[in-house]
Protein backbone atom coordinates (compact mmCIF):
# COMPACT_ATOMS: atom_id res chain seq x y z
CA UNK A 1 0.00 0.00 0.00
CA UNK A 2 1.28 3.48 -0.22
CA UNK A 3 3.12 4.85 2.20
CA UNK A 4 4.96 8.15 2.97
CA UNK A 5 7.50 8.93 5.37
CA UNK A 6 8.62 12.58 6.28
CA UNK A 7 12.65 13.40 7.14
CA UNK A 8 14.46 15.89 8.45
CA UNK A 9 15.83 18.24 11.22
CA UNK A 10 13.48 18.60 14.11
CA UNK A 11 15.02 21.74 15.08
CA UNK A 12 15.60 24.91 12.69
CA UNK A 13 17.46 28.25 13.94
CA UNK A 14 15.62 31.60 13.08
CA UNK A 15 16.60 32.89 9.54
CA UNK A 16 17.66 29.44 8.17
CA UNK A 17 15.73 27.01 5.52
CA UNK A 18 13.80 24.60 6.93
CA UNK A 19 14.63 21.30 4.79
CA UNK A 20 12.15 18.35 4.80
CA UNK A 21 12.09 15.41 2.51
CA UNK A 22 9.20 13.05 2.02
CA UNK A 23 10.17 9.43 0.92
CA UNK A 24 7.34 7.39 -0.56
CA UNK A 25 6.59 3.76 -0.90
CA UNK A 26 4.27 1.88 -3.15
CA UNK A 27 3.58 4.00 -5.81
CA UNK A 28 5.84 5.38 -8.16
CA UNK A 29 5.59 9.54 -8.29
CA UNK A 30 6.24 9.97 -11.71
CA UNK A 31 3.21 7.87 -12.46
CA UNK A 32 1.06 10.43 -11.01
CA UNK A 33 -1.30 12.52 -8.65
CA UNK A 34 0.28 15.75 -6.78
CA UNK A 35 2.29 15.17 -3.81
CA UNK A 36 1.75 18.03 -1.30
CA UNK A 37 2.93 19.23 1.76
CA UNK A 38 0.32 20.63 4.81
CA UNK A 39 1.10 21.81 8.18
CA UNK A 40 -0.24 21.70 11.99
CA UNK A 41 1.36 24.53 14.33
CA UNK A 42 0.60 23.05 18.03
CA UNK A 43 -2.66 23.86 18.86
CA UNK A 44 -4.02 24.75 15.41
CA UNK A 45 -5.36 23.65 12.42
CA UNK A 46 -4.04 22.56 8.78
CA UNK A 47 -2.41 25.01 6.76
CA UNK A 48 -1.82 23.84 3.11
CA UNK A 49 2.12 24.92 1.86
CA UNK A 50 2.02 23.55 -1.45
CA UNK A 51 1.99 20.81 -3.85
CA UNK A 52 4.12 19.63 -7.11
CA UNK A 53 2.20 17.66 -9.63
CA UNK A 54 4.27 14.69 -10.80
CA UNK A 55 4.88 16.39 -14.31
CA UNK A 56 6.43 19.00 -11.93
CA UNK A 57 4.29 21.80 -11.87
CA UNK A 58 4.12 23.36 -8.55
CA UNK A 59 2.15 25.43 -6.70
CA UNK A 60 1.86 27.00 -3.22
CA UNK A 61 0.24 29.18 -0.72
CA UNK A 62 0.46 32.67 -1.87
CA UNK A 63 1.02 33.16 2.15
CA UNK A 64 4.17 31.40 1.65
CA UNK A 65 5.10 31.69 -1.81
CA UNK A 66 8.29 33.85 -1.38
CA UNK A 67 9.74 31.52 1.00
CA UNK A 68 8.72 27.84 -0.45
CA UNK A 69 10.29 25.76 -2.77
CA UNK A 70 8.78 22.37 -3.81
CA UNK A 71 11.06 19.91 -5.99
CA UNK A 72 10.92 16.14 -6.71
CA UNK A 73 13.22 13.48 -7.15
CA UNK A 74 11.87 10.49 -8.97
CA UNK A 75 15.10 8.46 -8.86
CA UNK A 76 14.55 8.01 -5.02
CA UNK A 77 10.93 8.35 -4.97
CA UNK A 78 10.88 11.56 -2.81
CA UNK A 79 10.11 14.99 -3.01
CA UNK A 80 11.15 17.88 -1.03
CA UNK A 81 10.25 20.69 0.66
CA UNK A 82 12.31 24.07 1.91
CA UNK A 83 11.17 27.27 3.61
CA UNK A 84 13.34 29.83 4.28
CA UNK A 85 13.84 32.75 6.40
CA UNK A 86 11.84 30.71 9.07
CA UNK A 87 10.79 32.39 12.62
CA UNK A 88 8.99 30.76 14.98
CA UNK A 89 5.50 31.39 13.62
CA UNK A 90 6.42 27.89 11.42
CA UNK A 91 7.06 25.77 14.17
CA UNK A 92 4.56 23.20 13.19
CA UNK A 93 4.08 19.67 12.65
CA UNK A 94 4.61 19.35 8.68
CA UNK A 95 3.03 16.34 6.68
CA UNK A 96 3.48 15.50 3.38
CA UNK A 97 0.49 13.84 1.37
CA UNK A 98 -0.72 12.00 -1.84
CA UNK A 99 -3.24 14.21 -3.67
CA UNK A 100 -5.56 12.67 -6.18
CA UNK A 101 -6.12 15.70 -9.06
CA UNK A 102 -5.44 16.57 -12.57
CA UNK A 103 -3.81 20.26 -13.32
CA UNK A 104 -6.55 22.78 -13.06
CA UNK A 105 -8.14 21.07 -10.16
CA UNK A 106 -6.62 21.14 -6.79
CA UNK A 107 -6.14 17.93 -5.03
CA UNK A 108 -7.75 16.62 -1.64
CA UNK A 109 -5.29 14.10 -0.30
CA UNK A 110 -5.90 10.47 0.53
CA UNK A 111 -2.87 9.40 2.17
CA UNK A 112 -0.36 11.10 4.72
CA UNK A 113 2.54 10.42 6.57
CA UNK A 114 2.69 10.39 10.15
CA UNK A 115 3.83 14.39 10.10
CA UNK A 116 7.69 15.48 11.88
CA UNK A 117 7.21 18.19 14.24
CA UNK A 118 9.93 20.80 13.68
CA UNK A 119 10.93 23.64 16.28
CA UNK A 120 12.39 26.97 15.15
CA UNK A 121 14.53 27.70 17.90
CA UNK A 122 17.73 29.58 18.42
CA UNK B 1 -9.48 32.69 -0.81
CA UNK B 2 -11.79 31.25 -0.10
CA UNK B 3 -13.09 30.79 3.71
CA UNK B 4 -14.45 27.28 5.07
CA UNK B 5 -16.38 28.22 8.67
CA UNK B 6 -17.30 25.09 10.22
CA UNK B 7 -19.74 24.62 13.04
CA UNK B 8 -20.33 23.94 16.06
CA UNK B 9 -16.55 24.29 17.46
CA UNK B 10 -17.31 21.82 19.78
CA UNK B 11 -20.03 18.64 19.71
CA UNK B 12 -20.41 17.46 22.79
CA UNK B 13 -22.57 13.66 22.27
CA UNK B 14 -22.82 10.09 23.94
CA UNK B 15 -21.84 7.42 22.05
CA UNK B 16 -24.91 6.02 19.68
CA UNK B 17 -25.95 9.67 19.19
CA UNK B 18 -26.33 11.09 15.45
CA UNK B 19 -23.30 13.91 14.85
CA UNK B 20 -24.01 16.90 12.88
CA UNK B 21 -21.05 19.00 11.23
CA UNK B 22 -21.65 21.65 9.21
CA UNK B 23 -19.01 23.36 6.88
CA UNK B 24 -19.66 26.93 4.93
CA UNK B 25 -17.79 28.15 1.79
CA UNK B 26 -17.42 32.02 1.81
CA UNK B 27 -17.98 31.41 -1.72
CA UNK B 28 -19.26 28.70 -4.05
CA UNK B 29 -17.21 25.46 -4.26
CA UNK B 30 -19.64 23.35 -6.10
CA UNK B 31 -19.03 20.02 -4.71
CA UNK B 32 -15.22 20.44 -3.94
CA UNK B 33 -15.05 19.75 -0.56
CA UNK B 34 -13.44 16.80 1.16
CA UNK B 35 -13.90 15.72 5.07
CA UNK B 36 -11.06 14.60 7.25
CA UNK B 37 -10.83 13.46 10.72
CA UNK B 38 -7.76 13.81 12.76
CA UNK B 39 -6.90 11.55 16.32
CA UNK B 40 -4.05 13.28 18.99
CA UNK B 41 -0.66 12.00 17.53
CA UNK B 42 -1.92 10.80 14.90
CA UNK B 43 -2.13 12.00 10.87
CA UNK B 44 -5.64 13.14 9.07
CA UNK B 45 -7.48 11.07 7.94
CA UNK B 46 -9.61 11.05 4.65
CA UNK B 47 -12.99 10.49 4.76
CA UNK B 48 -15.04 12.25 2.28
CA UNK B 49 -14.01 13.52 -1.02
CA UNK B 50 -16.18 15.83 -3.16
CA UNK B 51 -18.81 16.06 -1.02
CA UNK B 52 -20.24 12.86 -0.64
CA UNK B 53 -17.95 10.36 -1.55
CA UNK B 54 -16.49 7.76 1.09
CA UNK B 55 -12.92 7.26 0.86
CA UNK B 56 -10.99 3.69 0.65
CA UNK B 57 -12.58 1.66 3.92
CA UNK B 58 -14.09 4.55 5.91
CA UNK B 59 -17.76 2.94 6.89
CA UNK B 60 -21.69 3.98 6.00
CA UNK B 61 -21.90 5.35 9.35
CA UNK B 62 -19.72 8.32 7.67
CA UNK B 63 -21.67 10.26 4.98
CA UNK B 64 -21.46 13.77 3.38
CA UNK B 65 -23.79 16.20 1.75
CA UNK B 66 -23.92 19.25 0.18
CA UNK B 67 -22.89 21.99 -2.43
CA UNK B 68 -22.50 25.33 -3.56
CA UNK B 69 -21.81 26.90 0.15
CA UNK B 70 -23.16 24.54 2.75
CA UNK B 71 -21.96 21.26 3.55
CA UNK B 72 -22.71 18.73 6.00
CA UNK B 73 -20.86 15.94 7.29
CA UNK B 74 -22.78 13.22 9.29
CA UNK B 75 -21.90 10.26 11.44
CA UNK B 76 -25.18 8.23 11.97
CA UNK B 77 -24.50 6.54 14.94
CA UNK B 78 -21.47 7.49 17.25
CA UNK B 79 -18.53 4.77 18.58
CA UNK B 80 -15.77 5.19 20.86
CA UNK B 81 -13.41 6.01 18.36
CA UNK B 82 -15.17 8.42 16.30
CA UNK B 83 -14.51 11.32 19.01
CA UNK B 84 -11.64 13.64 17.25
CA UNK B 85 -11.06 16.63 15.27
CA UNK B 86 -13.00 16.83 11.61
CA UNK B 87 -11.82 19.59 9.31
CA UNK B 88 -13.26 20.57 5.73
CA UNK B 89 -11.23 21.11 3.04
CA UNK B 90 -11.67 22.96 -0.05
CA UNK B 91 -10.45 22.06 -3.84
CA UNK B 92 -12.24 24.13 -6.08
CA UNK B 93 -10.60 27.58 -5.62
CA UNK B 94 -6.56 28.25 -5.40
CA UNK B 95 -5.55 28.18 -3.03
CA UNK B 96 -7.06 24.89 -1.54
CA UNK B 97 -8.07 25.71 2.35
CA UNK B 98 -8.94 23.88 5.03
CA UNK B 99 -11.23 24.90 7.68
CA UNK B 100 -10.86 25.55 11.55
CA UNK B 101 -12.13 22.39 12.80
CA UNK B 102 -14.68 21.01 14.71
CA UNK B 103 -14.34 18.59 17.86
CA UNK B 104 -16.15 15.87 18.44
CA UNK B 105 -16.36 15.22 22.33
CA UNK B 106 -17.58 12.61 25.06
CA UNK B 107 -20.77 13.84 26.82
Known amino acids: QVQLQESGPGLVKPSETLSLTCTVS?????????WGWIRQPPGKGLEWIGNIYHSGNTYYNPSLKSRVTISVDTSKNQFSLKLSSVTAADTAVYYC???????????????WGQGTLVTVTS | EIVLTQSPATLSLSPGERATLSCRASQSISSYLAWYQEKPGQAPRLLIYDASNRATGIPARFSGSGSGTDFTLTISSLESEDFAVYYCQQRSNWPQTFGQGTKVEIK
Open chain 1, 97 to 111: ARGPGYVGLSPYFDH
Open chain 1, 26 to 34: GYSISSGYY
